[in-house]
């Protein structure tokens, strides 16, 4: 079972970069696939972007492909998501998941949550 904490949100402008990180407990994070996915004011929560065991695999959703990168060290039991060139429809409480098999873009498919961490960006 998973524990996943959520850090690095904040307020930024228009433009500006934040990095966000998710640190898993347990000895077995580098058999789980890993998934960003947020969540704005009155919206359904929304993919973000996915990465897969060995981090070979990565997957974007189209509004931040270019600006955004996911990574991981297993070595850490940590997954990030570099935010570049934010946008204030980026706005949204951004949560990590984890699921025990390939990557996936339905967040029925992610066993393992965080409680999610606040990124706002003003215009």
């Known amino acids: 079972q998973a524990q996943l904490v959520e850090s690095g949100g904040g307020l930024v402008q228009a433009g500006g970069s934040l990095r966000l990180s998710c640190a898993a407990s347990g000895r077995t994070f580098s058999s789980y696939a890993m998934g960003w996915f947020r969540q704005a004011p009155g919206k359904e929560r929304e993919f973000v972007a996915t990465?897969?065991?060995?981090?070979?695999?990565?997957r974007y959703t189209d509004s931040v492909k270019g600006r955004f990168t996911i990574s991981r060290d297993n070595a850490k039991n940590t997954v990030y998501l570099q935010m570049n060139s934010l946008k204030p429809e980026d706005t949204a409480v951004y949560y990590c998941a984890a699921r025990s098999f390939g990557t996936a873009y339905r967040s029925d498919d992610y066993n393992y949550w965080g409680q999610g961490t606040q990124v706002t960006v003003s215009s």
């Open positions: 990465i897969s065991t060995s981090g070979g695999i990565t």
